[in-house]
């Protein structure tokens, strides 16, 4: 009888500590998500975390000077080069009057305006194995030094596949 008892015993705290371990329960949801660029044509970050965040010019206060931004993209296009050119001119200011900090631009060592032509960044056969080049973002000093302030802007970057060369009709 006891034998009977301790088993019965065994078996309800046996039953008891199964249950208490599965009313403890933990659930994690998170998203995935992917972007597949499209083969014949795409420029894209490289690490694209930054992309859609505000960029901040480091100061050094040893030198009185601003640190340059430096991020690189992945581009390809499958049938011709690859053209890029500013939205606008690039700059930083306070919003006061003679408080502004011009930035060159350049992409893969072509400096950048918001000139109507754009310049070439990547010719027919680079762009046609794709390449990884640098987005170089430099403040230009102003004359007198840079004034101290809360600086802000955008660069805004289009880019556009080149048109066909006219001499490939004749082929």
Known sequence: MIKQCTAALLAVAAALTAAVTW????????????TIPSRPFYIIPAQPDWIHRPQVLAWHHATDSLGNLEKSFDMRHDSSAIEARLATEPFLDTGTTGEVIELRVTFNDVVLSSHIIPQQVLSEEEAAVGKRVLLKIEPIKPPGGYRPGHYSGNVVLLFNASAPDGNDADA
């Not at 009313?23 to 992917?34: C, Q």
């Open 23 to 34: 009313a403890a329960r933990e659930e994690h949801t998170f998203e995935v998500s992917l």
